[in-house]
């Protein structure tokens, strides 16, 4: 199947996950890319084209008209939908549209770019409810039904991710670090849990195998990880590679909704989606949710199968801090103790899109 794959159709270019995604499929001009864009002067659409092999479509995919002019002559698809302009419910919509559309297109390989069910991996119990994970888990699973019958006209493969590792060192994330009394800190309610964090780096990989290998990938949920990273082992790896002191403070609930986050929390967690619709979650009850699948150990990896898909991949938080150490130092950002710093996190631009539109995004 995948000789076929020549152009491919990406939702989500401009993301944190979509610009590593799209260098690994044009590197070596295997693949053509179009990419969407709200907007093709932005920072982000710009580095996209400077890669080659990359032209932009403008528009939004929240648009009939859109989606089909950005599947047609394609023959691949990545869609990954920013459920944080979105919210919950506008986002599945669009998701299913998109996988309709693309078949209709004429497309012959489907990736979704999606995060774990977690209301359903934990049972259905609401306090694991994240809806900005269960609208893309939800899809996920129903995209690998109809896959069932429509397979051989259109492939489809699932690809799941989690929290990037680099959120743990940047501003404005649900895990941002702070500095106290010259101690890097992070103040999460995590308890003795674990996030299975992913590598962007890595997320371009997987995502150029599944095109690569999609006979294989055909009807596969490909569930992605460095490792299940509990945060008093962060602080412990980032002491060992900077020298300087690190420390995991497990917080209540309450005090880190009343600490960075207050400003946000009772806003929509997806903020293109009315808060007068009682299916709306806010910010803190989309996020409590969040907290809880890590603390309580919901989601699990395959670990075994990432080492044989991936050799080379990053293994352990360790690795991926002594890497990021080192390329922050090549590209002149400084050490990880340097980025970490109040003032230079905020003068990065952000690694969430969310933060670079400010939540003003149009949909």
């Known amino acids: 199947m995948h000789s076929d794959i020549a152009n491919i159709f990406v939702i989500g270019g401009t993301g944190a996950q979509g610009i590593p995604v799209i260098s690994a499929l044009v590197k070596d001009k295997r693949y053509s890319v179009r990419a969407l864009s709200r907007d093709p002067d932005s920072r982000r659409a710009k580095s996209l084209v400077a890669l080659g092999n990359v032209a932009i479509l403008e528009g939004t995919f929240a648009d009939e008209a859109i989606l089909r002019a950005g599947f047609r002559g394609c023959d691949g698809a990545y869609i990954n939908i920013d459920g944080f302009n979105t919210g919950e419910k506008t986002e599945m919509y669009w998701a299913i549209r998109s996988y309709e559309i ?13 995060l774990d069910y977690a209301l359903k991996k934990a049972g259905y119990d609401s306090r694991f409810r994240a809806g900005h994970y269960d609208g893309k888990g939800r899809i996920g699973e129903w995209i690998l039904f109809q896959n069932q019958e429509n397979k051989r006209r259109m492939g489809a493969a699932v690809f799941t991710t989690g929290p990037y590792m680099e959120m743990a060192i ?36 997987y995502a150029r195998w599944l095109f690569d290998h999609a006979e294989r990938a055909n009807g ?31 917080t209540d609930i309450e005090a880190y909704w ?18 007068d619709d009682k299916s709306t979650m806010s910010f803190r009850d989309n996020f409590t949710g969040f907290w809880n699948i890590w603390k309580y150990g919901v989601i699990r990896r395959d670990y075994a199968l990432l080492d044989e898909i991936h050799p080379n991949r990053i293994k352990s938080v360790e690795q991926w801090l002594r890497r990021e150490d080192q390329l922050g130092r090549e590209l002149g950002k400084g050490g990880l103790w340097e980025r970490v710093q109040p003032e230079n996190m905020v003068s990065q631009a952000p690694i969430l899109k969310v933060s670079e539109d400010n939540r003003r995004g149009r949909l």
């Open 102 to 114: 693309a078949l209709e297109e004429g497309v012959k390989f489907f990736v979704y770019g999606n």
């Open 170 to 205: 940047s501003a404005r994330t649900p895990m941002s670090p702070s500095v106290e009394d010259g101690v890097v800190t992070w103040r999460v309610p995590l308890g003795n849990g674990a996030i299975p964090h992913v590598a962007l780096e890595d997320c371009g990989y």
């Open 220 to 250: 596969m949920d490909l569930e992605v990880a460095i490792e299940h990273v509990e945060y008093r082992q962060l602080a412990a790896a980032f002491e060992r590679v900077t020298g300087r002191p690190a420390q995991y403070i497990d």
């Open 258 to 275: 009343s600490g960075p986050l207050a400003a946000a929390a009772d806003l929509p967690a997806g903020y293109n989606a009315s808060p």
